[in-house]
């Protein structure tokens, strides 16, 4: 019996991995609850869920800062960075047609010519010209792709992105942006290929976005999300499941990527190789045409969909949670303390929903810190251990087979050999079920 089991483990293992491979939803964490038979009939199974993410530059509020930076008021004629001779770059904010205000960094962008925001001149110089492009959501939400910003005018010799975790009311630089980050900001030069898992947090300065001439063809500049995960995701971000593991645990890891608003600093624009040609300051300037910012809402994995109502993002709590990020129980729903969902165990997470007051004083019967159902049963609500197929007990402690007529059998029987392999849960899931169909099947006495 036992090696038709082992081949059997192999094609079922084979399956699964492929699964894994070809099934983009896994790990996703997209549904909230699902309807179950279990040995007390139909009830419902409730599990760790959070919104698609989506791009968040359609939610956002922008707002530039000095007030009157914008270009076009009283109207302005640019010439181009490389050629002061080549100066067809009209701004007027009077005329829509020349126009650039802030709302045209998010709009549609793939149609030529590209649409942009503008800055006016650096009139002032030696002043330093200072903007601060400042996107609020009034909302938290998790950043799961890399920012972009694209220029329209040359890159940045110097900026900062910075980021808040408080509406605005204080704020951590993300990332440093300089031609000569020792110069700028006394940092050393870094690149995010520099992080590793230990110094993933550490905040950089970078000059890989600011160099020299070549901005005609290079015109982003990046905060790199992915890259960040996949120090632990794998280089393509097959492994979410380490990720989601990581996140789980890890606060810090979890608040990094976690922003309420965004802000470019703007503290000097592009001005080439050469020295600022005081003669001709019409020629240095801000344009940005596209921000990219991708997320999701954060509804500690207690929502699958966040909705616009209202100009304001919310959460759509299940798991009798409320509040803007499903952050608290409901009224009548305190008989325990609010706790986040958790991503694990993977991959359907544990819902850590809230419970009726009048149940009364809880007997816990298995707790997720501790993780104390056994044998890869998960904990329900901290009432029931929900086991495996092969499994029984209050804990999942005792082989199903036990409590069976004649026992477990020999030691060469095939759920000896289950039971003495280390296997994933989910492994042990799919094998009951088929070992399930044959044996004949009893519930399981309390
Ligand atoms: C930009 O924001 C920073 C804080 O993030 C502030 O110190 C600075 O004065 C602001 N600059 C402008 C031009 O508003
Ligand atoms: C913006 O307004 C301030 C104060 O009203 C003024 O000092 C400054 O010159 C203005 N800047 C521009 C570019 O118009
Ligand atoms: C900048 O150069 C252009 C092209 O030669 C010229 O039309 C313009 O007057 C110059 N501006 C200044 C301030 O010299
Ligand atoms: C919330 O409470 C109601 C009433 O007890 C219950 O029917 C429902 O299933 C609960 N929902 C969740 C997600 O726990
Ligand atoms: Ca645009």
Not at 32 to 61: F, H, I, N, R
Not at 161 to 185: H, M, R
Not at 252 to 279: H, K, Y
Not at 390 to 399: H, I, M, V
């Amino acid at each position: 019996m036992r090696f038709p089991l082992v081949l059997t483990l192999q094609a079922l293992w084979a399956s699964v991995c492929q699964t894994m491979q070809h099934y983009p939803a896994w790990g996703h964490y997209d549904v909230c609850k699902s309807q179950v038979y279990t040995d007390e009939g139909l009830t419902w199974d409730y599990m760790a869920c959070q919104p698609e993410a989506m791009d968040m530059t359609k939610y956002l509020k922008v707002t530039v800062d000095p007030p009157n930076i914008t270009c076009g008021d009283p109207p302005e004629t640019y010439c181009a960075l490389e050629n002061p001779y080549m100066c067809n770059n009209e701004c007027d904010a009077e005329n829509e047609d020349l126009a650039h205000p802030p709302e045209l960094m998010f709009d549609f962008e793939g149609r030529n010519p590209t649409t942009f925001w503008q800055s006016s001149s650096w009139k002032k110089y030696p002043k330093a010209l200072l903007v601060n492009i400042t996107l609020s959501w009034s909302k938290t939400i998790e950043l799961t792709d890399d920012i972009v910003v694209t220029f329209e005018s040359g890159r940045p010799e110097q900026m900062v992105l910075e980021k808040s975790l408080d509406y605005g009311k204080t704020w951590q630089p993300y990332q440093f942006y300089a031609t000569d980050c020792l110069d700028a900001f006394t940092m050393d030069a870094k690149t995010v290929q520099d992080l590793t898992q230990h110094t993933l947090l550490d905040i950089i300065c970078t000059e890989e976005y600011s160099r020299g001439y070549v901005w005609k063809y290079d015109k982003t500049v990046r905060f790199e999300i992915k890259d960040r995960f996949a120090l632990f995701a794998g280089p393509r971000l097959h492994n979410m499941a380490s990720l989601y593991g990581q996140l789980d645990t890890t606060k810090n890891l979890r608040d990094f990527f976690t922003i309420t608003d965004l802000r470019v600093r703007l503290l000097r624009p592009a001005t080439g190789a050469t020295m600022v040609d005081e003669n001709n300051l019409s020629r240095y300037f801000y344009a940005i045409s596209d921000i990219k910012v991708q997320g999701r809402c954060k509804c500690n994995l207690h929502a699958n969909s966040c909705v616009f109502d209202k100009e304001t993002l919310n959460c759509e709590c299940e798991h009798n949670t409320t509040g803007p990020d499903c952050g608290r129980c409901k009224r009548n729903y305190q008989g325990r303390t609010w706790s986040a969902g958790s991503y694990l165990p993977i991959p359907k997470g544990t819902a850590n929903t809230c419970i009726p007051n009048s149940i009364g004083p809880v007997t816990r019967v298995c707790d997720n810190e501790l993780l104390r159902c056994q044998n890869g049963g998960v904990c329900l609500n901290n009432l029931r251990c929900q086991c495996t197929a092969a499994f029984t007990g209050l804990l999942c402690e005792k082989p199903r087979c036990e409590s069976e007529l004649g026992g477990c059998g020999g030691p060469d029987s095939g759920q000896a050999a289950l039971s003495s392999t280390p296997l994933s849960t989910l492994l042990l899931l799919l094998l009951g079920s088929t070992l399930l169909r044959e044996a004949s099947y009893r519930p399981a006495l309390l």
